[in-house]
């Protein structure tokens, strides 16, 4: 129920919007308030292709430190805000640039691979980005016999699965979804014997085994409109059930985990979009050299469909 204060919150958010000339981009693990309040709501590979052609003069990006880092790398013209400037992604930092520097020397030959949840300097040492939505394609078209795969290790697992590629894995993973368990599929399986079950590559793969689809976010959105889906369990961060019931009246959503929640997606909240907003801060920036090598791989990602 929105009350009085929360209205004229969301009334203050779109009058500024305009006057800033502004577009509001929300990840789908975001508050459903949030969302709703937003101009797109999407995975990282949709909301960058936004950031990308947007003409508005400012990106308010609802989302984690990467992803408007990676809206800054596309368009260093425009103001990129985060409402909450310490929201990051623990997956992101299990990696540094250096880091990534000392294993390629390891592996000079190799072609390196880079989620697209991992900091603009790793970026700016990666050859192509990718999401969990074209992570296999990207793999697909890569000539080369040796690469290396950063940081999420369950994803490049799920890659491996499905490309037969061989490729190093580093050793990082998603504390939001490694949360999702074998144990917690197989009792929403006994409690919902219809359903149909879709997860997230992030998901270890003893979860992914059990499930009928391992899907992006954006993925796992078109197959829960899929005209043959009642109920469907869902394995990933719980906030995309707000959307998916939203879209889907009628249609029964089972969260895999209630434990299943990104603590960084969930530091913006209403106000701070609208402090943003006002105060024009935080503001999310790149040094240019590494905007530059950055912008590269993330070129690459972009231009695989
Ligand atoms: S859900 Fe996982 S990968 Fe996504 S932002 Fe949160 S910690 Fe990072």
């Known amino acids: 129920m929105i009350n009085r204060r929360d209205n004229s919150m969301e009334e203050r958010i779109l009058k ?32 960058s292709r936004i950031a990308a052609r947007t003409d508005a003069d400012v990106i308010v990006f609802c989302g984690v430190h990467f992803m408007a880092e990676t809206a800054f790398i596309l368009s260093p013209e425009k103001t ?29 030959g190799a072609t390196v691979v880079t989620y697209v949840n991992s900091t603009a300097e790793v970026k700016a040492e990666s050859d192509y980005c990718c999401t969990s939505a074209n992570g296999v394609k990207v793999v697909t078209q890569i000539d080369n016999e040796e690469i290396l795969f950063v940081p999420d290790q369950f994803l490049g697992k799920f890659i491996i699965s499905r490309t037969g590629r061989e490729m ?17 599929i197989n009792r929403c399986k006994r409690d919902y014997p219809g359903a149909k079950i879709v997860v997230h590559p992030e998901c270890r793969p003893e979860v992914i085994a059990l499930a009928d689809e391992a899907l992006s976010t954006s993925g796992i959105i078109r197959y829960a409109g899929r005209a043959d889906i009642r109920e469907l369990i869902v394995g990933t961060e719980v906030e995309i059930l707000h959307r998916l019931k939203k879209e889907n009246p009628g249609k029964k959503f089972i969260p895999a985990s209630e434990k299943a929640i990104c603590p960084d997606m969930k530091l913006i909240t209403l106000d701070k979009v609208l ?11 790149v040094p240019e050299e590494i905007r530059v090598k950055a912008k590269a791989a993330v070129d690459r990602m972009l231009e695989i469909v």
Not at 24 to 35: C, K, P, R
Not at 92 to 100: G, K, S, W
Not at 275 to 285: A, F, G, N, Y
């Open 168 to 184: 190093t894995l580093w050793p990082g993973y998603c504390p939001t979804h490694v949360n999702i368990s074998p144990e917690d």
């Open 16 to 47: 500024l919007k305009q006057e800033r000339n502004a577009v509001i981009l929300a990840h789908n693990y975001q508050y459903g308030e949030v969302q709703d309040i937003a101009d797109y709501v999407g995975d990282s590979l949709e909301l």
């Open 80 to 108: 990129v805000l985060l409402p909450d400037a310490g929201a990051g992604c623990p997956m992101a930092d299990m990696i540094t640039a250096e880091q990534l520097r000392q294993k390629k020397m390891e592996l000079p």
């Open 275 to 285: 402090k943003s907003l006002e105060t024009m801060t935080p503001e999310v920036k």
